[in-house]
T-cell receptor, first 109, second 113 residues
Framework: GQNIDQPTEMTATEGAIVQINCTYQ??????LFWYQQHAGEAPTFLSY??LDGLEEKGRFSSFLSRSKGYSYLLLKELQMKDSASYLC??????????WGAGTKLIIKP | IAGITQAPTSQILAAGRRMTLRCTQD?????MYWYRQDLGLGLRLIHY???????GKGEVPDGYSVSRANTDDFPLTLASAVPSQTSVYFC????????????FGPGTRLTVL
């Protein structure tokens, strides 16, 4: 079967750095996505990785290792507005997104 | 409008009733999707459409139907609602099938009693 695993909840301090991990087992691989979802709102796109390595976009970076079935999202200089759920999703061989349950990130002052 | 809109925002429905959730996008995207999101579970694909006139089944299609008469609209119909269909429903679109970014509507919170 297809499976995406990520921690249910994480807590971090404002101004700090946090890494959210995601491991996956899917039928085929056409890219890995990270989305941010604030409570009661729609998911919004953060990043896309299809090749191994690190993609940096401002305070957010995303890393992919296809051989290990592993990705992480790195958030730097945390701000209170970063409190949200972070969703990992993999596009499978049918070009459909398989979603993890999301990691709820709590930022404390 | 800009982006994707969904209606209604929320709805309480008696079991056995028929309900259509509406979704409209103005980005001229070819591909559209319906997901449901339940607590503790990832988003699950119900149905999708890669282009106007075509539709396909996702991971959890039973009890739902869709149509794609034109590029902009992608309604989702529950023929006879059951309590297990209580969920938050998101419509999304992307430029084309497999394109790397999906844009989401604000969601419809549906409660079936």
């Amino acid at each position: 079967g297809q499976n995406i695993d990520q921690p249910t909840e994480m807590t971090a301090t404002e101004g700090a750095i946090v890494q959210i991990n995601c491991t996956y087992q899917t039928s085929g691989f056409n890219g890995l996505f990270w989305y941010q979802q604030h409570a009661g709102e729609a998911p919004t796109f953060l990043s896309y990785n299809v090749l191994d390595g690190l993609e940096e976009k401002g305070r957010f970076s995303s890393f992919l290792s296809r051989s290990k079935g592993y990705s992480y999202l790195l958030l730097k200089e945390l701000q209170m507005k970063d409190s949200a759920s972070y969703l990992c999703a993999v596009m499978d061989s049918n070009y459909q997104l398989i979603w993890g349950a999301g990691t709820k990130l709590i930022i404390k002052p | 409008i800009a982006g994707i809109t969904q209606a209604p925002t929320s709805q309480i429905l008696a079991a056995g009733r028929r309900m259509t959730l509406r979704c409209t996008q103005d980005m001229r995207h070819n591909a559209m999707y319906w997901y449901r999101q339940d607590l503790g579970l990832g988003l699950r694909l119900i149905h999708y459409s890669n282009t106007a006139g075509t539709t396909g089944k996702g991971e959890v299609p039973d009890g739902y139907s869709v149509s794609r008469a034109n590029t902009d609209d992608f309604p989702l119909t529950l023929a006879s609602a059951v309590p297990s269909q209580t969920s938050v429903y998101f419509c999304a679109s992307s430029e084309r099938e497999g394109y790397n970014e999906q844009f989401f509507g604000p969601g419809t919170r549906l409660t079936v009693l």
